[in-house]
């Protein structure tokens, strides 16, 4: 582990990490993100990904809005996804987040907290308690994963309420990660919008109570990150086409089937001499957004 500069080593599995299932309560194995459509409770993609959620948001939310041809997305997820970076790429990429907000990590020791200082867009400067201007010097500073900046306004030296607001001798400062915009837009949306984010648990709770508790699917058969996302697809692929037949019908669903099994024998190459058969006369496109999430 010294040499590898690994914190952990799985001798069963490599790939496999330390995952934190409950408080107290660690698996050895993978953290599958899933990504699922709110109309049909599909899965779109899956991922093995890192072992929290953290940072896991903005790259499946992008990828999801890839393959299912849309150039707008609305994503639902809980709180361990909110993370001001994550949600700011989703930004950028026309995604909007409803994540549920994090509390505050506020000071607990009774002086002024975050909330009872106001932010100023526009000038990008904080007014305290006691009305002064709390002014940054610019400078981005790395903090553990995050970056911030600092405020600091000299008015503390003889602020009439400092025994209520610091214990600092240089003053109080406001540190503000660079992200803290998305964070508060994502929380005004779900917080307006509390019907909405209650959606969540009706788009993607469901199927993996399925997967879980009715299949049975708590651990893998294969090993190794590839091999594992491979054994995840396919089981995500058996959920869909088990939806797709309530959908859809079984007939339908067989035809949609056919086109596409023709469609991918034709990208691959394969059965070529049968292009000509009336079977094969469909257009890609309009059969790939009917069933949007079938992997091949
Ligand atoms: S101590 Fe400084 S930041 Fe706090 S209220 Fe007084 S002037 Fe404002």
Redesign the pocket.
Known sequence: MTESGQSQLSRVDPDARAVVLHRNIVNVGYNVQAGCDSKHKLFVNAQTGAVNDTHALADMAIEAKELLGVKEMKTLTDKGYTTGAELARCTENDITTYSSPKAHSSQKNGL?DMQDFTYNEKEDTYT???G?T?HTNGTVYQKGKHRVKHYK?K??KG?A??H???KNKN??FIERGIHQKALEENAKRVNENPDYYRKRQQVTEHQFGTLKRQWGFTHTLVKGKENVLAEVHLTFSVYNLLRCMQILGTEKLRMLLKELASIFFDQIGLFESRISHSFFLIRPKSILKKVPSVRL
Do not use: E
């Open positions: 002024y305290c308690p006691a002064s709390l306004t008015a503390c602020c309420v400092r209520l607001c610091t003053g109080r």
